[in-house]
């Protein structure tokens, strides 16, 4: 298997090759993907998810006693007053990042492999940044008052110091989990539509419904679905990029050797990248054995993911080298033996951990045959985890434990409880993951059907569309839907939306792939109606026009919330420090507008995000339960494997005869007269 | 085998500049411009030659980084095996061929070091201890190993990939690609580490005291802004002129344009980030660099960068039919390619005059002399070259590329 597997890697003479292997139909890849979910709970299930959840409630443990006793519990006294659990926080952030590039940064590069993968990257991201935000969390002394981190008015009149980069911190960690959330959210409403429309059980049609928010995949709604998704990943982009960027100013503006260097901001970004995606890698290398996603989370995924390693890999390994070049370059002593002591003082051996796994393991994704290894993915995935780990306490450790006085210098070992914190994260990590794959579609089904060849409207089937015409449904006469007819309820909140009144809804016609869909959209459109809506499981590239849907005004809306956010942030961080809490801090001005950029940045991201996603669900009148269109039965397999085309009995050009017959001529499977 | 390769059949006319057409003219322009050039550099320079030097060093490195984001731009397409640019590639590597011809116009930079940079005057490090502290890395001898390194390094990549794509529009040799690609990784790598290393020889060594470790990826993010800058104008005005009008088209444009909006950001962020943190940190070894560009006429120039060369381009280019329409587009390109100037003028210029701006002829006729040469160079290459890579087995998927 690997062999053929290894023949479809990318080549300049082969051409691109299908993403997903075995040439899969649209409805098996809705099986595959629902199965894990829908299936009894494998054994092998709950022999990781109890030790996960055994090591969570280690961390309920730890964390307890930390609060009974306070910090003095952990290894933190002079010099070293920073130190494991800053490395924690810094490390599951960094984890965080993958998700996010895989679901933004390589959408906008058009990498379409992402969409087996981003599902789970995604999630990945949110439980990781949980993880990230327990640290700081339970390290600030008195957790009971941790809301005073956010600007709350309140009867004192205090209010948090903006030019602080942890404050930036507070922002930037909150907005990017939020963000991830709802563009994870975003991506999974389609798939939730699908788990409801194949539930068996009514708790799960409830559960997944509600969450569904009444999605019937109309391209109407795909149109701004699409540019949601397109802003969602514009927008985080930039985010992400500035998130790990103003965790490393949490070291980089101060003036201590070994943290203050201009180059942090895209180092930490490339070094949390590589992290994440060797925890994807991890994760994935389980997963898609556990499951059995082979076809679908091919070698080829591994070989892409492994490329981004060895590149950002040998990024970080150019940082550290620019580190020490410019250290002896500076001609600044301090900066000089903040160096050396990295690479030849007492936490030598963590350093040379650090660039052992992470500058020099990479090297091995030269060569294709590590890069479609399993057994060589998995080995250097883990590696490269311990080695991201051990950059951070090398950096936060190091540079600390020599401090400027040598009289307190010191050497810092965690207590077993900090130990016992980072594994319990991990157990909160891995139950949360485990949840995940139990409950939700593990692999993005919409996006993986738009990566098939058939998904393509223009796509020349050979002889297996022949197949298809044989098996389908003769065109059944337009037959109003019987009064006792197959009618299925839907949990239905009829109040949240209307529709008008009318003996009719309109027609409903099926059509057998998306090429035919495409085709019989312009002729609809020519013909003239207004009201009308076509329907698939996944966006049809080029339907949108085929429709003649004009361009969605999201991005305008967006725009107004993301100035708005910006403007808001910039006006709240002038008037706190000018006016209402005044305070000279670290020898700045009151005014100090380059010490606001990263908060008022953040607000404009999360502004912008929020207006996307309430945007497209405006838009789009969503959440929309109950519709006329689901007492139809097969427009339950519109989010498995069914095309429609519905008109509306509003239309001004509908007529009960004439417009089934156009229906019917366009080469409809099947066409139905809907109650209203 | 592969339908759609042999699909491609782009008529010769379509692909190379005809006879009579005016951009045969481009070497006769450029080499006219680069007489005139260096003989007012000669005559004015004669008068002021540190005046000269920096003119000189300005104008040498803004060409030089735009070959050198042209190079970043065509390796990285070979390395991420993309498919939609293979239409703009030749222009990538005319842009890139001229490598060469940038050491030659290093040289005449050989005979001002004194002139420019503060070290290399013999005795400047006795009574200054951070020079003798650096004194291994900054003495001329070291320079110009350095800087025969970098062209050396730079002119191999740049020939290899130039020859080797020229070759393919002869052979239609596939594997071509395939040998290409396989060592654009570590063309990447050399040509990161060059050009950092080159950043910090020709400017931040300028004030020697001073030192960055973000400095190397702030050159480069400058670079790769010029060259999709230039690329954007070029490809515009080639339409404009009736060449590669039905090869390229809006979509591709669309790109280009995506590409420029998001570098232009990325500029910006490590452009902030270096100043932001030593803003903040405020240790004067440090903020002496920017105290310079804060005070008197530079601030302005300094205010004139953050907007021209972020704040304007990043909201003219975010809407989507500026993109795809070649008249704006190239308005937002030669508007980024003149403040990418700009910063090289800027991160040079206060060094030389530090109480504030101080606009020289001798500015103008250097950039004259080094554009015109490589002007006419480059002309010379497009005239006797296919405008497209003619048989890269990409080039149909190129041609067919949409945006989504």
């Not at chain 2, 200054?128 to 320079?143: E, G, H």
């Not at chain 2, 995506?258 to 932001?276: D, E, H, P, R, V």
Request: aromatic share 16%.
């Amino acid at each position: 298997m690997a062999e053929t597997e290894t023949a479809l890697l990318d080549n300049p003479v082969a051409g691109r090759p299908t993403l997903i292997l075995r040439s899969p139909d649209f409805h098996s890849i809705t099986e595959v993907v629902a199965e894990p979910v829908e299936r009894k709970t494998p054994i092998g299930w709950w022999l990781v998810f109890l030790p996960s959840l055994a090591l969570l409630s280690l961390l309920g443990v730890a964390v307890s006693w930390l609060f009974w006793e306070g910090i003095g519990i952990w290894g933190l006294n002079v010099p070293v007053g920073w130190a494991w659990d800053i490395t924690n926080f810094v490390f599951w952030v960094g984890i965080g990042h993958a998700g996010t590039l895989i679901s933004a940064i390589l959408f906008l590069f058009r990498q379409k492999w992402r969409t087996s993968i981003n599902r789970a990257a995604e999630a990945m991201t949110i439980f990781a940044v949980m993880c990230a935000l327990t640290f700081p969390g339970i390290h600030v002394g008195r957790v009971w008052v941790a809301y005073w981190m956010f600007p709350l008015p309140n009867q004192m009149g205090m209010w948090p110091n903006f030019r602080s980069p942890l404050l930036w911190d507070v922002f930037a960690v909150s907005i990017y989990g939020t963000v991830s959330f709802l563009f994870w959210y975003v991506g999974l409403l389609p798939d939730l539509a699908t788990m409801r429309d194949r539930a068996t059980t009514s708790t799960r049609k409830f559960v997944y419904g509600i969450f569904a928010l009444g999605w019937r995949g109309s391209m109407r709604q795909w149109h701004h679905y699409e540019t949601a998704y397109l802003i969602l990943a514009a927008l985080a982009t930039p985010l992400v990029l500035s998130v790990h960027s103003i965790v490393s100013m949490d070291f980089a503006v101060s003036v201590l050797p070994g943290w203050h260097a201009t180059i942090f901001p895209p180092y930490f970004v490339a070094g949390a990248i590589f992290s994440g995606f060797a925890m994807v890698l991890t994760l994935m290398v389980i997963c898609r054995r556990v499951f059995h996603l082979e076809h679908i989370i091919t070698l080829r995924h591994f070989d892409f993911m492994a490329k981004i390693m060895l590149v950002t890999g040998t990024m970080v390994g150019y940082a550290y080298g620019t580190e020490f070049f410019t250290a002896w370059y500076s001609g600044n002593p301090y900066e000089t033996f903040a160096f050396l002591n990295r690479a030849g003082g007492p936490y030598a051996w963590a350093y040379w951990i650090m660039v052992t796994c992470n500058v020099i393991s990479p090297q091995i994704f030269w060569s294709q045959r590590a890069r479609t290894s399993i057994p060589v993915l998995f080995v250097v995935s883990i590696v490269i985890n311990i080695g991201m780990w051990f950059e951070r306490f090398v950096i936060i450790v190091t540079s600390l434990h020599r401090d400027f006085l040598p009289s307190s210098w010191g050497y810092y070992s965690p207590t077993i409880w900090e130990v016992l914190t980072l594994l319990g994260s991990f157990g909160l990590f891995f139950t949360m993951f485990c949840l995940f794959v139990r409950f939700l579609p593990m692999v993005a089904t919409a996006e993986v059907k738009t990566v098939l060849p058939q998904a393509d409207p223009h796509f020349h089937a050979g002889p297996e569309r022949e197949v298809v015409a044989h098996h389908s449904h003769p065109v059944v006469p337009a037959m109003p839907a019987a009064a006792g007819g197959p009618v299925r309820r839907r949990f239905a909140l009829p109040f949240l939306a209307r529709l008008p009144e009318g003996p009719h809804y309109g027609f409903l016609a099926e059509f057998a792939t998306p090429a035919d869909l495409y085709h019989a959209c312009e002729r609809v459109r020519d013909a003239g109606y207004t009201r009308w809506d076509a329907h698939s499981p996944f966006p049809v590239h080029g339907v949108a026009g085929a429709m003649g849907l004009r361009r969605s005004p999201l991005p305008w809306i967006v725009l107004v919330m993301a100035l708005a956010g910006g403007a808001l942030g910039f006006v709240l961080q002038w008037w706190v420090h000018t006016s209402a809490y005044p305070l000279v801090i670290s020898g700045k001005p009151y005014f100090s507008w380059p010490a606001f950029i990263p908060v008022t940045f953040e607000l404009a991201v999360l502004l912008g995000a929020l207006g996307a996603v309430f945007g497209m669900l405006g838009l789009n009148r969503l959440p929309m339960h109950h519709h006329p269109l689901f007492r139809s039965t097969q427009f339950n397999r519109v989010t498995d494997d069914a095309f429609f085309i519905s008109i509306e009995s509003w239309d001004p050009q509908f007529h009960p005869s004439s417009t089934g017959k156009l229906l019917e001529s366009l080469g409809a499977r099947s066409v139905e007269l809907l109650e209203s | 085998m592969h339908p759609e390769r042999d699909r491609v059949a782009l008529r010769p006319e379509q692909v190379t500049i005809p006879p009579g057409h005016p951009w045969n003219r481009l070497p006769a322009i450029g080499g006219a411009a680069a007489v005139l050039g260096i003989a007012a550099c000669a005559i004015l320079g004669a008068g002021n030659p540190k005046q000269f030097f920096f003119s000189w060093l300005v104008a040498f490195l803004f060409f030089l980084s735009l070959a050198l984001g042209a190079l970043f731009f065509v390796l990285i397409q070979y390395a991420t095996q993309g498919g939609w640019g293979i239409v703009l590639r030749r222009l990538g590597e005319t842009v890139f061929a001229m490598l060469p011809v940038m050491a030659a116009l290093f040289l005449p930079l050989l005979l001002g070091l004194g002139h420019l940079y503060s070290w290399s005057v013999a005795g400047a490090a006795e009574h200054d201890a951070l020079l003798r502290w650096k004194a291994p890395y900054l003495n001329v001898p070291f320079f110009l190993i350095r800087a025969v390194l970098y062209f050396g390094s730079w002119s191999a990549i740049a020939l290899f990939y130039y020859f080797g794509s020229r070759g393919q529009d002869e052979t239609g040799d596939p594997a071509v690609s395939a040998r290409l690609r396989r060592l654009a990784g570590p063309s990447i790598i050399v040509l990161g580490l060059t050009q950092s290393f080159a950043s910090i020889d020709w400017i931040m060594s300028l004030t020697p005291h001073w030192y960055s470790t973000m400095f190397g990826v702030y050159f480069f993010a400058g670079s790769f802004v010029g060259f999709i800058a230039l690329l954007s104008v070029v490809v515009v005005a080639m339409r404009g002129a009736g060449l590669l009008d039905t090869v390229v088209s809006a979509e591709h444009l669309q790109d280009v344009g995506k590409m420029l909006f998001a570098f232009t950001a990325f500029w910006a962020y490590i452009g902030f980030s270096q100043f932001f943190l030593m803003w903040y940190a405020n240790l004067p070894e440090e903020t002496i660099w920017y105290k310079t560009r804060i005070e008197g006429s530079w601030l302005p120039v300094s205010l004139m960068l953050l907007v021209g060369h972020f704040v304007a381009p990043f909201f003219y280019l975010m809407g989507r039919a500026v993109k795809r329409k070649g008249a704006t587009l190239a308005v937002g390109g030669a508007w980024l390619l003149a403040m990418h100037f700009l910063d090289i003028y800027w991160q040079v210029m206060p060094t030389l005059h530090p109480e504030g701006i101080r606009p020289s002829v001798l500015d103008l006729a250097a950039l004259v002399a080094v554009g015109g040469c490589f002007v006419g160079a480059a002309g010379w290459l497009v005239r006797r070259q296919a405008l497209v890579p003619l048989r890269d087995p990409r080039l149909a998927e190129s041609l067919a590329f949409e945006n989504v």
